[in-house]
């Protein structure tokens, strides 16, 4: 029997077995109601809607801390003697690198598809509300994260859960946490699984298979798929194997390189069409509130930026904080404006310049897609490039390829911080999922498992239900602990306190990552 046909009988023994359940579930998470014509799932106006709560909470700190943001990255204020494992720059991009993937790339061109040019505007809009949400989840996992005898730490949502609400509503809060501890760990381990990692891996190895002659190009037969799987799984268990220092070693030279080719990549075809730039604006202000074929209208347009933004950025879903929680500080809420960065960097900057490259560029593709024809978001991006240089689809490959690794790194990390509440820190457990992960790696490139995909999709963003809440309740904690930073922040510029003589950086992170 060939790998071939194993490979597709695996694929339809599991589709079989495990839809019904896909499809339930998917039915309840992404439950959608009719607005102007446009279907709205709920869960993205409980993304969205956090985000403006937040957003007013805290005075649109996301504007007025911008800047104060940028500063801490750089590590102006960073404390000698903090406890954490890596900089306020190293937790950013591997927190940006878990985020930045193929929605960025795939997910907008078909945003703009389905909603017109408008939905450029409105992603943007729910990119920044996002950045107020992030900054209260990553703030609650730094202050209640765990560090461990050997320096190493961990955070997320399952640790922040259940000693927040014990700290709140005591023995009350602190049986309910440990069941949403529990329920936080399973959600992240299973996404990371597949769609951390399979997914991503799938996706970059047909992506590759395309430009290099399709399947019955070089890579294009199992040997090919599977010669890639290893490789992949190699990469990601080496680097697993050092945690998240070498994750973040490894990420915060990754996502500069990788975010900086594409973005050139992006401004060359801009450049390259510059007269239409002003055009291109309007168009994109224009379809935010007077769309032309836009199904449902302003409705329509503004459901799916704001859909395609709260599937980017991933604030609320309680993710990101597992990587923030490493940071060298003494202040939660220092880490929690890096943070806001985030949302900021993925749907503001990257998703927006896809968006743009292809309303400018406006290939065929796009103009078929947009008529109702059924075109792979990836093939229109990839069009969008081709009308510059043939052979630009060559650097979004590689984008592509820069933006897995990345994706299936942080979430490796993810996932065996979820593992680790579950199972134990043991070395032997820990060595049982690091082996398991690099599996599934190589399954990536071989198997497709759509539909446990799709579950792994919906479990997700049941977190996000679960998480929100938590949010809400520990909020006015958030608030006290901004507080403390913002008086620490006057201090430091007042000169009334040294600044750190050993931060575990030896520069500025940012410039030694150029």
């Keep these: 029997m ?6 597709s009988s695996v694929d339809e023994s599991v589709s079989g077995l495990f839809e019904p359940i896909a499809k339930w579930l998917g039915d309840v998470v992404f439950y959608s109601v009719s607005v102007g014509g446009t279907d709205l799932p709920l869960i993205v106006a409980w993304l969205v809607v956090a985000g403006l709560v937040f957003s007013g909470w805290f005075g649109l700190v996301q504007i ?9 990255v750089r590590g102006k204020y960073d404390e000698k ?10 937790a950013l991009t591997a927190a940006v690198s878990g985020t930045v993937g193929l929605g960025n790339i795939a997910g907008v061109a078909v945003a703009v598809s389905i909603g017109g040019p408008g939905a450029t505007f409105w992603m943007i809009l729910c990119g920044l509300l996002g950045m107020a949400t992030k900054f209260v989840e990553v703030t609650l996992g730094v202050k209640y994260r765990e560090v461990h005898p050997d320096g190493t730490v961990s955070g997320g949502p399952m640790h922040y859960l259940p000693k927040g609400l014990t700290e709140r509503f005591g023995a009350r809060g602190k049986s309910l946490g440990k069941v949403l501890a529990v329920l936080a760990s399973a959600m992240i381990l299973f996404f990371g699984l597949f769609g951390g990692n399979l997914f991503q891996v799938n996706q970059s190895y047909a992506q590759l298979v395309s430009v290099t002659g399709g399947e019955d190009g070089a890579i294009g037969s199992s040997a090919g798929a599977l010669f890639f799987g290893l490789l992949i799984a190699a990469v990601v268990g080496i680097v697993l194997l050092g945690g998240i220092r070498s994750i973040a070693s490894v990420t915060s030279k990754l996502v500069p390189a990788m975010a900086g080719i594409y973005v050139v990549a992006c401004l060359t075809v801009i450049l390259v069409n ?19 074929g836009v199904a449902g209208g302003v409705l329509g347009a503004l459901i799916i930026g704001f859909k395609r933004a709260a599937f980017s950025n991933e604030a609320g879903l309680g993710s990101a904080p597992i990587a923030h929680s490493a940071v060298k500080t003494k202040h939660p809420a220092s880490e929690g404006l890096v943070a806001l960065l985030e949302p900021f960097i993925d749907t503001v ?20 897609a947009r008529k109702g024809e059924s075109i792979g978001g990836v093939t229109i991006t990839s069009d969008a490039f081709g ?3 043939p052979w630009f689809p060559y650097i ?31 070395k032997a457990s820990e060595t049982t999922y690091k082996v398991l992960y690099t599996v599934f790696a190589v399954a990536g490139s071989l198997l497709t498992l759509q539909t446990l995909i799709d579950m792994a999709d919906a479990v997700l963003f049941m977190l996000a239900v679960i998480n929100i809440i938590g949010l809400y309740l520990l909020a006015p904690l958030v608030k006290r602990e901004l507080d403390s930073f913002l008086a620490y922040v006057r201090r430091r510029d007042a000169g009334q306190e040294e600044p750190a003589e050993d931060s575990g950086q030896d520069e500025d992170p940012v410039k030694a990552s150029v």
């Design 64 to 72: 007025r801390k911008f800047r104060l943001a940028f500063n801490v």
């Design 274 to 292: 510059v007269s239409e730039l002003p055009a291109a604006v309007s168009t994109i202000i224009e379809g935010a509130f007077n769309p032309q």
């Design 81 to 90: 003697g903090s406890a954490g494992e890596v900089n306020h720059f190293q």
């Design 2 to 7: 060939s790998l071939d046909s194993i490979t």
């Design 349 to 368: 900057v990257i998703c927006t310049m896809t968006a743009l490259t292809i309303v400018i560029a406006n290939p065929a593709s796009w103009v078929e």
């Design 387 to 389: 009308t510059v240089l």
């Design 396 to 426: 979004l490959t590689i984008a592509v390829l820069l933006f897995a690794i990345s994706t299936v790194l942080t979430w490796g990390y993810y996932g065996l911080k979820a593992w680790s509440h579950l199972f134990g820190r043991s």
